[in-house]
């Protein structure tokens, strides 16, 4: 079974920082883009940032660009999110992501599949 463990979150004053892990299994995790996501209480999730399989592509939502870097350790099936300069916004629980392809014959069907979130606070 695919799954997706994120971890790493905590209480952070404003301005510190923190690393979010996700540990993945039960897929070939260096072939799938991984991606961050978060959801602050009463809002929508939102995509925070992804890198691509091979690390050669990376994206930001702008109000994290510049603050936070997304990595991975293919050999590890880990994703990393460090966040630096932490601001109250930021509070939320953070998800990492994978859409994995699952075949069947000609067919190719796409399933997203999430962790269960790590909850970040910045206090002021």
């Known amino acids: 079974d695919v799954q997706l463990q994120a971890s790493g979150g905590g209480v952070v004053q404003v301005g510190g920082s923190l690393r979010l892990s996700c540990a993945a299994s039960g897929f070939s995790f260096g072939d799938y883009a991984i991606g961050w996501f978060r959801q602050a209480p009463g809002k929508e999730r939102e995509g925070v940032s992804f890198i691509s399989s091979s690390e050669s592509r990376t994206w930001y939502t702008n109000s994290v660009k510049d603050r936070f870097t997304i990595s991975r350790d293919n050999a590890d099936n880990t994703a990393y999110l460090q966040m630096n300069s932490l601001k109250s916004e930021d509070t939320a629980v953070y998800y990492c992501?994978?859409?994995?392809?699952?075949?069947?014959?000609?067919?190719?069907?796409?399933?997203?599949?999430w962790g269960q979130g790590t909850l970040v606070t910045v206090s002021s």
């Open positions: 992501s994978a859409a994995i392809k699952y075949y069947s014959g000609s067919h190719v069907q796409t399933k997203v599949h």
